[in-house]
Antibody, heavy 126, light 109 residues
Framework: QVQLVQSGAEVKKPGASVKVSCKASGYTFTNYGISWVRQAPGQGLEWMGWISAYNGNTKYPQRLQGRVTMTTDTSTSTAYMELRSLRSDDTAVYYC???????????????????WGQGTLVTVSS | SYVLTQPPSVSVAPGQTARITCGGNKIGSRSVHWYQQKPGQAPVLVVYDDSDRPSGVPERFSGSNSGNTATLTISRVEAGDEADYYCQVWDSGSDHPRVFGGGTKLTVL
């Protein structure tokens, strides 16, 4: 079965960077895109971006452009999300989520996010 | 960017039917997905493409979408259905193409 296992909790100081990993198993890694979604304490879900595990193409929302980078390592079926210049309002649980369906041209599409990692708490505090 | 509006909370007695709405401009022309999130857990997809259910999701969960409102319907509500529910759509061409609603807390009385 599909499994996404994320790295452990992190505590960072403002201005630092964090890199969260998401190791996939149970399917052909390069066939599906992966999104990253975060949830601040007591708040809703925020989509942070998407990466194609097939060709590494990415899509980030404007508000995170320049601070977030998503990558994959196909040799280990692992996706990564790096967030730089951390602020206190980046404190959140970060989730990776795999596309439900294969998109024919491996682009970001309307498919749902079908499988989720367990989440990684990132705390930004001085 | 596209805005999805959900009621903050819905309450229902066990065995009754819960309806959670998701409003958006001409949302009926988009595919809507619904996620369930229980406290301290990751979200779980319960309905996709308006009305399809992933394997393992009970038939009690169903969805519909028309006009400016999509609805997640949970029949014969159980205590274990108490959770936050989020709708999500694809806003192609947008800077922020995967959009979530603000979430609805379902309370089972």
């Amino acid at each position: 079965q599909v499994q996404l296992v994320q790295s452990g909790a992190e505590v960072k100081k403002p201005g630092a960077s964090v890199k969260v990993s998401c190791k996939a198993s149970g399917y052909t890694f390069t066939n599906y895109g992966i999104s990253w979604v975060r949830q601040a304490p007591g708040q809703g879900l925020e989509w942070m971006g998407w990466i194609s595990a097939y060709n590494g193409n990415t899509k980030y929302p404007q508000r995170l452009q320049g601070r977030v980078t998503m990558t994959t390592d196909t040799s280990t079926s692992t996706a990564y999300m790096e967030l730089r210049s951390l602020r206190s309002d980046d404190t959140a649980v970060y989730y990776c989520a795999r596309d439900l369906n294969i998109v024919v041209d491996h682009s970001l599409g309307s498919t749902a996010m079908g499988s989720w990692g367990q989440g990684t708490l990132v705390t930004v505090s001085s | 960017s596209y805005v999805l509006t959900q009621p903050p909370s819905v309450s229902v007695a066990p065995g009754q039917t819960a309806r959670i709405t998701c409003g958006g401009n001409k949302i009926g022309s988009r595919s809507v997905h619904w996620y369930q999130q229980k406290p301290g857990q990751a979200p779980v997809l319960v309905v996709y493409d308006d009305s399809d259910r992933p394997s393992g999701v009970p038939e009690r969960f169903s969805g519909s979408n028309s006009g400016n409102t999509a609805t997640l319907t949970i029949s014969r509500v159980e205590a274990g259905d108490e959770a936050d529910y989020y709708c999500q759509v694809w806003d192609s061409g947008s800077d922020h193409p995967r959009v979530f609603g603000g979430g609805t807390k379902l309370t089972v009385l």
